[in-house]
């Protein structure tokens, strides 16, 4: 079945330490998106790419980074100067050839936590 | 820019009970919406979306929205609630500035008593 797969699913991460967040997805979709989920606060997006080699920062990019590498793969590093980051984490894609009407398909999350 | 209002944190229905969930949108050029489920700890699910072919959207498990022009509105409704739709719903507008992606809604908490 065709879907997006992130991993894992619970992350602990020590103070000052960078962590990566992994995104798969077999859709063979174009656009790919991070979005960080706060409660209260809805979805906020970090960093989106449309194609590969190609990233732009969303609302909220300060202390991520990104790559897409392959159309396939899109990972997220927190990096150490994120001051928050206890969160949770969903990756998203959306089939470009179908405009601003296509649906966007999510992963499963990543629960981030702060120890 | 575009943006949606979800009123109501927190909406409690009995079962059997209409459930009612509103969605404000506000955009300068014909909108794209949609609205999502999350069950806790899970990724979003697509309910239904609007986008401009019929003013009366139906979705998956019973679920439909009314496209108000006049009250730039967006409310999802469904007939009779069941145990099974207890989750988090969401609002949201595709983004008009290019990247195509989701503005959404701070989100409703629908909890369904016996």
Redesign the interface.
Known sequence: DGGITQSPKYLFRKEGQNVTLSCEQNLNHDAMYWYRQDPGQGLRLIYYSQIVNDFQKGDIAEGYSVSREKKESFPLTVTSAQKNPTAFYLCASIRSRQGASAEAFFGQGTRLTVV | AQSVTQLG?HVSVSEGALVLLRCNYSSSVPP?L?W?VQYP??????LL?Y?SAATLVKGINGFEAEFKKSETSFHLTKPSAHMSDAAEY?CAV???TG????T????TRLQVQP
């Open positions: 944190s794209y949609f999502y700890n899970q990724g979003l699910q697509l979306k986008t969401f595709s983004d008009d990247r195509r992606a989701l959404f809604g701070s989100g």
